[in-house]
């Protein structure tokens, strides 16, 4: 059974830190792709970064580019995702995701779903 765990959010002051982690089980790390979503409260749900664990190659969305940093231990079959200099519409409910894809960038490239942990930046 696949699981993917997100963990790490929270409260926030504007401009302060936080770094989320997922841990992965149930298939195969190398293979997949590992993304990060977030879903604002009445907004669709957006694609915020990526790493392929087996190149290192890593992707960002423009809002968070230079902010935000995505890394991954394949011992411990984990990604994080290193958020700096928060800003208030950085709140959302972020999610990690896995997928086989060569495109990485779209929710529907993605099979594997967390259940989220929610980050709140306040003003």
């Known amino acids: 059974q696949v699981q993917l765990a997100e963990s790490g959010g929270g409260l926030v002051q504007a401009g302060g830190s936080l770094r989320l982690s997922c841990i992965v089980s149930?298939?195969?790390?190398?293979?997949?792709?590992m993304g990060w979503f977030r879903q604002a409260p009445g907004k669709e749900r957006e694609f915020v970064a990526a790493?392929?664990?087996?190149?290192?190659?890593?992707y960002y969305a423009d809002s968070v580019q230079g902010r935000f940093f995505v890394s991954r231990d394949t011992a411990k079959k984990s990604v994080f995702l290193q958020m700096n200099s928060l800003k208030p519409e950085d709140t959302a409910v972020y999610y990690c995701a896995a997928t086989v894809s060569k495109s990485n960038k779209a929710e529907s490239d993605y099979k594997y779903w967390g259940q989220g942990t929610r980050v709140t930046v306040s003003s």
């Open positions: 790493v392929s664990p087996s190149t290192g190659s890593k």
């Open positions: 149930g298939l195969t790390f190398y293979s997949n792709t």
